[in-house]
């Protein structure tokens, strides 16, 4: 790896870091979106009936707790802007 290519690759990171982010934003966005309608009833919102979410659960099992940390934690004005 010469000093060229350490160079080209540091132009791409900046050039492609505020797009790599916004599409990692947008994509924990989906998935928040996708355990509220299949989990929401956890969250007392009831969105899809039990049934499907049954069948899901094996599969989302992994991300609960993490999802509901997210969800239940308090939010400031300041995380709007951001």
Do not use: C
């Not at 010469?2 to 050039?15: D, K, Q, S, T, W």
């Not at 790599?20 to 969105?47: E, H, V, W, Y």
């Amino acid at each position: 790896m010469g000093i060229l290519n350490r160079i080209r690759e540091v132009i791409e990171g900046m050039a492609v870091h505020g797009q790599a982010t916004s599409i990692l934003r947008i994509k924990a966005q989906i998935d928040n979106l996708f355990m509220i309608i299949t989990l929401g009833d956890m969250l007392g919102i009831p969105l899809l009936p039990p049934y499907y979410s049954l069948r899901l659960l094996p599969y989302m099992f992994p991300n609960i707790q993490s999802w509901k940390l997210y969800m239940l934690r308090e939010r400031d004005v300041t995380d709007l802007i951001s």
